[in-house]
C-alpha cells in the first residue's frame, strides 16, 4: 500500500500542474491584473541597484517587474519545481538569464541552507487574504472564487478558482490573526512581530483597472478579500 504524501509534496503536485497556465492568468483575472498593479505601485518608481528575494515568487511574474524596475538581481523561492521552470523560460526568452536565480524550497521553513544574495533590513512587499468569506470572494465576479471554506484551528482553509483557461485550482488558507474587512489596522500586529514596521495597505485606486472602471470595483473596495502590504524590515 502507498503512503499518503505530505501536504508540502501535493501542494508541489498542484502547483506544477498548472504553471503556465497560472503564469498568464495575470493578464486575465480582473483580480490578478488588480494585484499586479498594486504589487508594481508598492515596489515604487525605482529598485536600481537593489537585490530582491521573492519568497513564493512562483512562475516569476512580479520578479520580471522588479528586474524592470531596475533591481540588480533576483532570487526566487518556491515549493514548485514547475514553477519555477517557468520563470527560468521566460528569462531565457528575455535574454537575461543571469539576473534571476531559482531556489526550491519552502518559505513556510528555515531558509538558511541557500546561499541566497543579499541580508539586513530592507523593504517588504507582499499580498494577503484579509476576509476569504467576503461577498466578492465568492461572486466569480473578479474571476477568482474561494470555495468550500472550512474551520482549522486558529483559521480557515478554502479551495481558490483561477479563471483561465484551463481554470487553476488550489487549496489556501488565512490565520485569523490577519483576517479584517477592508484596510482595516487590526492586521498590523503580525507583521510588527517580524521586525515589520511602517506597515501600510496599498489603496486600491492606485491601479489602474479601479480608475478606469471604479462602479465594477465598487464590491471589491468595500470588502476584499486580498489585500496588498508594503512595510519596512528591520
Known sequence: MTPPISHAEQTKL??????PAYDSSHTKSPLRKLEYQLIRHALGPSLTGLTVLDLGGGSGVHARQALELGAASVDIIDISPGMLQVAANAEKALG??????FFEGDAAKSLAHLPLRGEGPGRFVGIRTSNPESSSARSGKYGVVLKEHRRIPGGVKFVVVVDGDPPVEFEAGCPDVLRSKGLEAKGLKPYKRFGLTEV???????????QRDPEFWKDYVEDPFAVVVRAVKM
Open 14 to 19: 498542484e502547483y506544477d500542474s498548472f504553471a
Open 96 to 101: 537575461r538569464e543571469r539576473a534571476m536565480r
Open 200 to 210: 501600510e495597505f496599498m489603496p486600491f485606486e492606485a491601479a489602474a483597472v479601479v
